[in-house]
C-alpha cells in the first residue's frame, strides 16, 4: 500500500489575543485569552494528487498551510511529510514549495531574474542549473522580456507567477499553493492550473495542497477535497464522495427549484451545494 506524502493526525492551533496596553499594565497577571484556529484537522495525500481545502474566511485554511511549510509550529497533533514528522527543525523546508496568497518575501529592488537566482542559491541549486531551470519557467510563463525589471514594478498577477517559479525551481515534493490564481487573468490561471497539474503528476513522490475560494478549481484541478470551517473539518474525500453526499441530503426536498442549464456554471453547483451543506452541519 502506498504511503501518504502528506499525512496530518489532530492537528491544534491557538493564538493569543492581544490585549490593549493599558490592560497590560494595570491588569498584568490576567490569563491571556485564546482563540483556536485549528481543531482536530486530519487528513491524508498520496502521491500524484492535490488536495483542494476550501472554506468561509478565517475558517483556518492559511494557518494549515502555514504549519505544513513549517512556518508556524502546531499545538497539538502531527504532520508527517513525506514519511518524515515535521518539527521545529528545518530539514524538510528544501521539500516544500510555497507560494502565500499575500506574497511579501522578495526583494523589491531587485530584479526578477535576480531574485529568483538568489533564491536558488539559498535552497542550494547550482549556479549553472539554477540558471538552467529559470530560464525555462520564465519561457513556460513568457515572463523573459520583463525578468530584468525591478520586482516592484511588476503588477499583482506578474509577482504571483514569479512567486510560483521560485517556489518550482528547487522540484519540490510538496507543494502548497494559497489562492494563486488571485489577480491573474483568465489565460495564466489556465496555464498555471495545468503547470500545477503537469509537475505534480509527472514527479515521482510529488503531491500538493490548493487553497481557494473557486470552486471549479476544485472540480479541475484536484483529486481530494477538505473543507474547513470554524478550525474544524466539515468534509475529507472525493470530490465524487462529496457529490453524493449532496444529492442523499438534497435529494428529499421537494421545493428545490430546478437547475437551470443554460447556465454555463451549472456543473459546479452541485459542488457549492455540498459544500455549503458541508458547512453546516457543524
Not at 492537528?11 to 494595570?26: G, N, S, T
Not at 538552467?132 to 520564465?138: A, P
Not at 520586482?151 to 517556489?167: C, M, V
Not at 457529490?243 to 459542488?271: H, I, M, T, V
Request: hydrophobic share 40%.
Amino acid at each position: 500500500m502506498m504511503s501518504p506524502v502528506v499525512e496530518a493526525q489532530d492537528l491544534e492551533k491557538y493564538f493569543v489575543i492581544a490585549r490593549p496596553l493599558f490592560k497590560q499594565l494595570f491588569v498584568p497577571f490576567r490569563a491571556k485569552q485564546k482563540i483556536r484556529a485549528l481543531k482536530g484537522i486530519s487528513f491524508s495525500i498520496k502521491q500524484g494528487e492535490i488536495l483542494g481545502v476550501v472554506g468561509p474566511n478565517g475558517a483556518g485554511k492559511t494557518t494549515l498551510l502555514r504549519i505544513l511549510a513549517n512556518l508556524l509550529e502546531a499545538d497539538g497533533g502531527w504532520v508527517k511529510l513525506c514519511g518524515q514528522k515535521l518539527n521545529s527543525e528545518r530539514c524538510l523546508r528544501g521539500k516544500i514549495g510555497y507560494v502565500p496568497s499575500d506574497e511579501r518575501s522578495f526583494f523589491w529592488r531587485l530584479t526578477g531574474k535576480q531574485n529568483l537566482e538568489f533564491f536558488g542559491r539559498l535552497y542550494g541549486i547550482p549556479r549553472l542549473e539554477a540558471q538552467r531551470r529559470i530560464r525555462k519557467l520564465l519561457k513556460v510563463f513568457a515572463l523573459e522580456e520583463k525578468a530584468a525589471q525591478l520586482f516592484r514594478d511588476y503588477s499583482t498577477g506578474t509577482r504571483k507567477k514569479f512567486a510560483l517559479i521560485r517556489a518550482l525551481a528547487h522540484r519540490p515534493m510538496i507543494v502548497l499553493l494559497d489562492e494563486l490564481t488571485n489577480s491573474l487573468d483568465a489565460t495564466s490561471t489556465q496555464s498555471v492550473k495545468s503547470l500545477v497539474r503537469e509537475y505534480i503528476t509527472s514527479q515521482s513522490g510529488c503531491a500538493g495542497v490548493w487553497c481557494t475560494h473557486r470552486l471549479e478549481e476544485i472540480v479541475e484541478v484536484c483529486d481530494k477535497l477538505l473543507v474547513i470551517n470554524k478550525g474544524r473539518v466539515s468534509f475529507f474525500g472525493l470530490v465524487s464522495d462529496l457529490k453524493n453526499r449532496s444529492n442523499a441530503k438534497a435529494g428529499d426536498s421537494k421545493d428545490r427549484q430546478p437547475e437551470d442549464r443554460s447556465d454555463s456554471s451549472c456543473k459546479y453547483r452541485f459542488l457549492l451545494r455540498a459544500v455549503e451543506l458541508s458547512i453546516t452541519d457543524i
